[in-house]
Structure formats: structure tokens, C-alpha cells
């Protein structure tokens, strides 16, 4: 299938391949939508099997980028980037290399942070490009986006519970979280300290220890989905979701921080059809979105308006899960279908 043609099937706008014969840099940047503004996404440093598999995981998490703007109701479109690891050995030369092929996008593009990435390697982006976002408060910025993705995603599950007919109470409440990253680890020690019962799991030894540390028992990350709780939050790498793990789910709600967790979009009713509520994955993790887009704001970052807009995740949700029931479809549908009205009303 020809880049034109994956790029057709979702409506992208623009496909960038980026190669730095310098520092051996290879990405790709996908911008999915600037109808509603800029084009805002992270940069994702992942090692992929081959190109297109870096292909196909740009193109849909732009796609949801727009989504997720849309749905937030921020005044920016979705675009991401993805590098294929290794990163060059030498980190600033190589972020000055994809600076420049940013800035050459003339702001179409504005990149932030993701996998891979972290408030340093945005500074070394602004550096030869203003296009990037999620700079230090010390620099001015809107600091570390996890703390407020675990903030809409702890919002998203009040919303989901309510949805699942369940008491919207934390204290006793089974949660597996899927993934203890800077935004996982967060969820893990917001739900403790709320008096939820947490497992976790993770691929990497260090980030289960902190998740430990924090109270959470830790399982198998392969098998933590099925685990008998109230919430599964997947909060690593996306389309964990597919047919098999669905139907290993013993839980009421999922509702987790990554990004693109249904591996094909049938995978939607599947988990409508076993009566599980999902909470759309680009409406639950905006949060860090709404944190670094407000750098964008005219009049500069305003914290209270962050704060605001994040626990503006929990009614935006409620209102999807009641369309979702009214309708009897899938929360996704109803979320895809709010973004596209959003869209759509921008382009007129």
C-alpha cells in the first residue's frame, strides 16, 4: 500500500520523511489535521521492525491527535513524529537536526514531548526552532505534561464508573495499571493515595520497582490485563486491546492513559458487546495535551485554565457515555464522530 494511499484512508494532510546524513537521524512527521490550528503532537523515540511500521504508528497517532484536540476543544489540529531508535549518539546534534526539520515546516507542525523525549530535549528543539512545546517552568514553559494526563485520566474514571453503574468512590476500588511510566507511575500513586487497591506491570525492571515503592503490586505485564479487578488501565504502548486479550478481560471498566489502545476499530464493539466500558483513549489521556497547548495561548501559560480544562475531561465523558447508551453504540463511535462535528464546524 503506497504512503499516498494509507495517507487518503484517515485524510492526512502531510507526510514528511526526514533523513540526516550528519548524525544518521531518521523520522518521519505525520500532520493529520490544521483545520482547528497547529498541528500539535509529541515526538515518539521507538524502535520499530521496519519503516513502515514507524509509518503506520505516525499515522495513527496524529490521526488521534486531532481527535483528542478537537474532543478537548483546543484550538490546535493533531500531527506527531516519530524517530526510529537508536537516537544519534549525540543527543544535541541530532535534536538540532530535527529542529530544523520542524522549523522547516514553517508551524504547521509544533512538536512536544512523548516517549523518548523528555524538557531538555524540547529546550535543545527550541534552540533552532520556536515550533515546540512543554519547555521547563523555569524556562517559562508548562513543565512535565505526565501529571496532568494522570490528573484527566483519574477524571475519565470517575466518568467511567458512573457509566458502569458503579459508586464513584476510589477507596477499595481494583485498578491494574498497564505500564508505570512518568504518566503511569502517576495514575499508581494517585489511585493509592485515594485508597484504591492497585496492580502494575511493566517491561522495564526499574519502573515496576517504583511502582512498588509506591504500593502497587506487581504482575506479569503480559497477563496484567487479565487480572480480576474493577479498572484495567493500559498505560504503555498502544493496540493492546485486540480480540484475544478482550476476551481474557475480567473487568468493568478500561480506562488508561495510552495512546491508540484498540488494535483495530472492531475492537470497540467487542468490548461494548462483553458490557465493558471503554473510555476512549484520546478523550481520557488529553490532559497532557491541554497542559503543553496552552503555551500556545496568547496571553501565555495560565495554570488555573489547565486545571480547568483537564477536569473538563470527566463531563466530556459523561457526555459521550450517555450518547453511548442512548445510542447503543460504542463510546469511541460517539467520540470520533464529536471530534468530526468539531472539525467540521472549524473548516466553515
Excluded at 109 to 131: F, K
Excluded at 196 to 220: F, K, L, P, R, T
Excluded at 335 to 341: I, R
Amino acid at each position: 500500500m503506497s504512503v499516498f494511499t494509507q495517507m487518503a484512508a484517515a485524510g492526512h494532510e502531510q507526510v514528511c520523511h526526514i533523513s540526516d546524513a550528519d548524525t544518521g537521524l531518521r523520522a518521519i512527521v505525520a500532520i493529520h489535521s490544521t483545520t482547528l490550528g497547529p498541528g500539535l503532537g509529541g515526538v515518539r523515540i521507538r524502535e520499530y521492525e521496519n519503516e513502515q511500521a514507524a509509518l503506520t504508528d505516525v499515522l495513527r497517532l496524529s490521526e488521534a491527535m486531532s481527535y483528542k484536540a478537537a474532543c478537548a476543544g483546543l484550538r490546535c489540529g493533531g500531527a506527531k513524529a516519530v524517530v526510529m531508535a537508536p537516537f544519534p549518539r549525540d543527543r544535541e546534534a541530532g535534536m538540532h537536526a530535527l529542529g530544523r526539520a520542524v522549523d522547516g515546516l514553517a508551524g504547521r507542525y509544533v512538536a512536544t514531548e512523548d516517549m523518548g523525549m523528555s524538557e531538555s530535549d524540547i529546550a535543545l528543539l527550541n534552540e533552532v526552532t520556536p515550533h515546540a512545546v512543554g519547555r521547563s517552568l523555569e524556562a517559562g514553559g508548562s513543565g512535565d505534561p505526565s501529571p496532568h494526563t494522570a490528573d484527566g485520566v483519574i477524571a475519565g474514571m470517575r466518568a467511567a464508573l458512573r457509566a458502569a453503574d458503579r459508586p464513584v468512590e476510589f477507596k477499595g476500588l481494583r485498578v491494574a495499571v498497564q505500564g508505570c511510566g512518568h504518566v503511569g507511575l502517576a495514575i499508581v500513586e494517585r489511585l493509592i493515595a485515594a485508597g484504591a487497591q492497585v496492580w502494575a506491570s511493566d517491561i522495564n525492571d526499574e519502573a515496576c520497582e517504583q511502582a512498588a515503592a509506591a504500593g502497587a503490586e506487581i504482575v506479569d505485564n503480559d497477563r496484567i490485563h487479565a487480572q480480576d479487578v474493577d479498572i484495567f488501565a493500559p498505560s504503555g504502548v498502544g493496540a493492546i486491546l485486540d480480540e484475544r486479550r478482550i476476551s481474557e478481560l475480567e473487568c468493568a471498566i478500561v480506562a488508561g492513559a495510552a495512546n491508540n489502545q484498540l488494535a483495530t476499530p472492531e475492537d470497540g464493539m467487542r468490548l461494548a458487546e462483553r458490557g465493558i466500558v471503554y473510555a476512549p483513549d484520546f478523550v481520557i489521556n488529553a490532559g497532557g495535551l491541554i497542559n503543553v497547548s496552552d503555551e500556545l495561548d496568547s496571553e501565555g501559560y495560565n495554570a488555573e485554565r489547565v486545571r480547568f480544562r483537564v477536569a473538563s475531561i470527566e463531563t466530556t465523558l459523561d457526555e459521550i457515555f450517555e450518547q453511548a447508551r442512548a445510542e447503543r453504540r460504542p463510546p469511541e463511535a460517539v467520540a470520533v464522530d464529536m471530534a468530526h462535528t468539531r472539525i467540521a464546524a472549524g473548516a466553515r
